[in-house]
């Protein structure tokens, strides 16, 4: 993406003549700086790492380094903190840009996972919208120029949803975009996205709202580009299955023909790429980086023939030779397929 696109995006109305931004969804466990640079390489504009809290950063722990770790590469890209002290966060907002100069901040107000909300966390303070504000407010101050954006859910319950109250209030305090997850904190990741919220906050406010929970393919993107003003859609875990999706949604969205067609072989040529970044990012360490990325395999392998007896074995598997001679085992089964 050029610079250009970039700082247009950040207008009050941006210029969406080349097209509405693809934005990676910020996935505990998933986005590290490996798969970031994969799926921008398959055509995610914008990349946010996985949260971090405030207290990680302002301790500079090893843990921390990692989940900030990235390639310039991956640039236009965004810190996700989460946590419920705003003069804290607005300390952590200072370090973070010292530390590794993000090009913006994402405040996390979506996360449903308890051990977040129970420390007053993610989509807690969806349910305290003084406490969200007062959050918002610190945390642009101490960015300055630097972007804040941040994440909600349409609400805590489907009694609670307060999506518009919640987003105008965030643009009230200087946020710069939205990203709305159709579902509410107590729905989780079950029953539907409601993109009706998700159109209505697009219509409600000024700055620009992306769109975020159920595309899985580039029909359902075009359709709910069509049905909504939302300057962009975000994708997790269609992404975390296949990575394509990316490429696919920006050659339906530019009305070019039909991208390559994904096949098996490619599919495990993917993982073997991921793998061996994977074992790199690990310094080497292939047992400990093949052990990280078993959920992964797990993910990759959803769908495909045989899925089920080919995940028993990729659960077990600890080097990159083992897991070549289960992909051979497979394709020699099953042939060089579409997937």
Not at 188 to 205: F, K, L, P, Q, S
Not at 209 to 221: L, P
Request: proline share 4%.
């Amino acid at each position: 993406m050029s610079s250009a696109r970039w700082v247009r995006f950040w207008n009050t109305e941006p210029d969406m003549s080349s097209g509405p931004l693809l934005f990676l969804a910020p996935m505990a466990g998933v986005t590290n700086t490996v798969f970031r640079s994969l799926c921008k390489e398959l055509g995610a504009d914008v990349l946010t790492t996985e949260f971090v809290s405030a207290e990680g950063i302002l301790h500079r722990n090893e843990r921390t380094r990692r989940y900030l770790e990235f390639q310039p590469l991956e640039r236009p890209l965004g810190i996700q903190l989460f946590g419920a002290d705003p003069s804290r966060l607005a300390e952590a907002v200072k370090a973070v840009i010292d530390w590794v100069s993000p090009d913006f901040i994402d405040l996390n107000f979506g996360c449903p996972v308890n051990k977040v909300v129970s420390r007053n966390g993610g989509s807690a303070l969806l349910k305290d919208c003084p406490l969200l504000a007062s959050v918002a407010r610190e945390v642009v101050a101490a960015a300055g120029s630097l972007p804040v954006t941040a994440k909600i859910r349409i609400g805590w319950d489907s009694r609670s949803v307060n999506a518009l109250e919640t987003a105008r209030i965030l643009e009230g305090e200087g946020i710069s975009r939205l990203a709305v997850h159709g579902r509410t904190k107590e729905q989780g990741y079950t029953g539907e996205a409601d993109w009706r919220v998700i159109g209505a906050v697009a219509d409600a406010v000024k700055i620009p709202v992306i769109g975020n929970g159920d595309i899985d393919s580039a029909a359902v993107a075009l359709q709910r580009l069509r049905e909504t003003n939302v300057a962009g859609l975000m994708i997790g875990r269609a992404a975390m299955c296949h990575p394509w999706i990316f490429r696919e949604i920006r050659s339906a969205i530019d009305g070019g023909g039909a991208p390559e067609v994904v096949t098996l072989r490619m599919k495990w040529d993917f993982i073997f790429e991921h793998t061996r970044r994977e074992v790199e990012w690990w310094g080497g360490k292939e047992e400990l980086a093949i052990r990280s990325m078993r959920a992964r395999f797990m993910s990759y392998t959803r769908g495909l023939p045989g899925g089920a007896r080919l995940r028993e074995r990729l659960q077990q598997v600890t080097s990159e030779d083992s897991l070549r001679a289960i992909a051979e085992g497979h394709l020699l089964e099953y042939g060089d397929q579409p997937v």
